[in-house]
């Protein structure tokens, strides 16, 4: 929802970095049906282990969706997600 840019991070190897001021209160990510993937957490728990590193690597979970791991196609996979 911003512009934004990867690069060198200290904290986990590669973030993900505003490229334009952001003003307090705005929405810089929201899950989008079509972009954003929601996988089942069982399933790719089952999946074969070159399936799973890509999972584990890619994917994170979040409490507004129990029980499923999202799967994001743009910068955001790298960014924190806290509140």
């Given at each position: 929802?911003?512009?934004?840019?990867?690069?060198?991070?200290?904290i986990?190897?590669l973030?993900?970095?505003?490229?334009?001021?952001?003003?307090?209160?705005?929405?810089?990510?929201?899950?989008?049906?079509?972009?954003?993937?929601?996988?089942?957490?069982?399933?790719?728990?089952?999946?074969?282990?070159?399936?799973?590193?890509?999972l584990?690597?890619?994917?994170?979970?979040?409490p507004?969706?129990p029980?499923?791991?999202?799967?994001?196609?743009?910068?955001?996979?790298f960014?924190?997600?806290?509140?």
């Amino acid at each position: 929802l911003v512009k934004n840019y990867l690069d060198k991070s200290g904290i986990h190897g590669l973030g993900v970095f505003a490229a334009e001021p952001i003003q307090k209160g705005t929405w810089v990510w929201t899950f989008k049906q079509g972009v954003d993937q929601l996988i089942d957490a069982k399933w790719a728990l089952e999946q074969p282990p070159i399936a799973r590193e890509y999972l584990d690597r890619y994917t994170y979970e979040n409490p507004k969706f129990p029980g499923k791991w999202i799967l994001e196609c743009d910068n955001g996979r790298f960014m924190n997600h806290s509140n």
